[in-house]
């Protein structure tokens, strides 16, 4: 039992892309209620109930939001903490085995205002954020998923992602809204920019 029907979009693109394999690390952006946590921990085994095999490694799953969290066995979750805040980046280099996350999910999304261009810019602004937090944490090879509200700026955000992932990828999962602006970046293939 899910927390939220979101899990179906994060399961759909993760059936596909295989992105969450036991034993791996994934911080969660913008977690509450947490059924993208719920479907993590299961695919990571970090809950140590993978059924069949003992022996698969386990995984850690840490969620972030702004909000309050409800406990999840399995997941170390940071309720009430900003995940643009470098005291949430702090925090998670000590929660993260060896400081290092092999993906970071997000579904964050602001507070709508209603007007659209407006919430789009708020959004594409908090998932450009995701990619100093990537410079912090993400190990090289690494995956990023985040959520944006398609329009004018979204160029933008993909422009920066390809600068430091060799693959990104527009994706529209069936359990989204069709109606809806809502879309997904698929980021593969992390490398730390080189600083000059
Ligand atoms: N993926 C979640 C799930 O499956 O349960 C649902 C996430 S909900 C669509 C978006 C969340 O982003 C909200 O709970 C909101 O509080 C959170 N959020 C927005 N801005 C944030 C920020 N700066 N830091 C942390 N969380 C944020």
Same mark, same amino acid.
């Given at each position: 039992?899910?927390?939220c029907r ?8 993760d059936?596909?892309f ?6 791996? $690390?994934?911080?969660?952006c913008?977690a !509450?209620p947490? @059924?993208w946590s ?8 970090s809950?140590?109930? @993978? ?11 840490v969620g972030i ?5 409800p406990?999840?066995?399995g !997941?170390h979750f ?6 643009t ?8 280099l ?11 999910l ?16 708020k959004l ?6 995701l990619?100093?937090?990537a410079e912090?944490?993400l190990q090289?090879?690494? $995956? ?8 004018i ?8 992602l $390809?600068?430091?992932f ?9 359990a ?16 730390k920019?080189v600083k000059?």
């Open positions: 039992n899910f927390r979101s899990a179906f979009k994060l399961l759909e693109i059936n596909k295989r992105l969450l394999q036991p034993g791996w $690390s994934v911080v969660d913008g !509450a947490g @059924a719920q479907v993590a921990v299961q695919r990571v085994n809950a140590r109930t @993978a059924e069949g095999d003992a022996a698969l490694p386990h995984g850690t799953v939001d702004l909000l309050n969290i406990p999840l066995d !997941a940071l309720s009430s903490h900003d995940v805040d470098h005291v949430t980046h702090t925090k998670l000590e929660l993260l085995p060896n400081g290092r996350a092999h993906v970071i997000s579904d964050m999304a602001p507070n709508a205002s209603g007007f659209h261009e407006m919430d789009h810019e594409i602004t908090m998932c450009l954020s990619i100093d937090l912090k944490i090289p090879g690494g $995956s990023l998923v985040c959520k944006y509200w398609d329009g700026l979204a160029h933008k955000l993909q422009k920066k $390809s600068s430091v060799s693959s990104v990828q527009t994706l529209k999962p069936n989204s809204r069709k109606d809806s602006a809502e879309r997904y970046f698929l980021a593969r293939m992390y490398r920019p000059g």
